[in-house]
């Protein structure tokens, strides 16, 4: 069934695999990372990643910018980061939890359990050996919340409203957003949910690439579809207030990047 055949990620461009859009949040309850992208674990053993991934998108494992060294480089202490909120836990998300292995790993629950115990097709995608230094795992289901008309989740007590888990499963059977307060507004950060910006613009644009690797890469077509729906409604009717942005896009990772210089 296509839909339930989803094994990795697969058939991309190279630089589509080299980075992964991580945030990382000042908080009142320590530092806060959305994602860790690969790891020094990766680097040291990138044969973990398994070759079907590696010969096809041959990722740039380099040290420098794993999300640690990034930590390091802004001038704070890995140490200090004490909660990991993860979109999902792809090979190219997850690679480096134990660069912060005193960290709460907070997961939306379908998505640990999958992660934990992979049937075949999804074996792939989820690399064991990322998390066997046994991560302080947080596995969040909903429980009434909403957040901008989408369920969700506050997965850090101390946070209140100004972090949530967003549910938007398709992707991966339990991928999710991260938004996040700012000064400035609302982001959400919508991982693998799209890899192409004008996806949620409206009207939608996608090429014929993108379009065949999210459906390689999906778990499910129908929730993924609906949910990337509810993104572009979002966009369109509060783009005002939200800025939407997808893992793997090169522009709004660059623009991130440097505003934070
Ligand atoms: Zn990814």
Redo the contacts with the bound molecule.
């Keep these: 069934m296509e839909d339930d055949s989803s094994p990795v990620?697969a058939g991309s461009s190279r630089r589509r695999a080299s980075f992964?859009h991580c945030l990382l949040i000042e908080s009142s309850d320590g530092l806060v990372l959305v994602d860790t992208g690969f790891g020094t674990g990766d680097i040291a053993d990138p044969k973990r990643l398994g070759q079907p991934f590696r010969a096809m998108m041959r990722p740039e494992l380099n040290e420098s910018e794993t999300a640690v060294s990034q930590v390091r480089a802004m001038g704070r202490d890995p140490a200090d980061v004490r909660h990991i909120v993860v979109t999902h836990l792809?090979l190219?998300?997850a690679g480096g939890l134990s660069d912060f292995p005193q960290a709460k790993v907070h997961v939306f629950a379908p998505e640990l359990e999958i992660a934990q115990n992979p049937p075949l097709v999804e074996k792939a995608r989820y690399i064991q050996e990322q998390w066997a230094h046994g991560p302080d795992w947080v596995s969040h289901a909903v429980d009434g919340d909403t957040w901008f008309g989408f369920e969700s989740v506050k997965p850090i007590d101390g946070l209140g409203d100004d972090v949530a888990l967003v549910p938007l499963v398709g992707h991966s059977k339990g991928h999710s957003g991260v938004a996040v307060r700012g000064s400035g507004g609302w982001m959400l950060h919508c991982g693998?949910a799209y890899f192409f910006n004008a996806e949620v613009e409206t009207p939608r644009r996608v090429t014929p690439g993108f379009r065949a690797f999210e459906n390689i890469t999906q778990w499910k077509r129908g929730p993924r579809m609906r949910n990337l729906e509810r993104l572009q409604e979002l966009r369109r009717d509060h783009g005002s207030e939200v800025e939407l942005f997808c893992?793997?896009d090169p522009e709004t990772f660059d623009a991130h990047a440097h505003s934070a210089e």
Aim: charged residues 40%; negative net charge; aromatic residues 0%.
């Design positions: 990620l992964a792809d190219d998300h693998d893992s793997h």
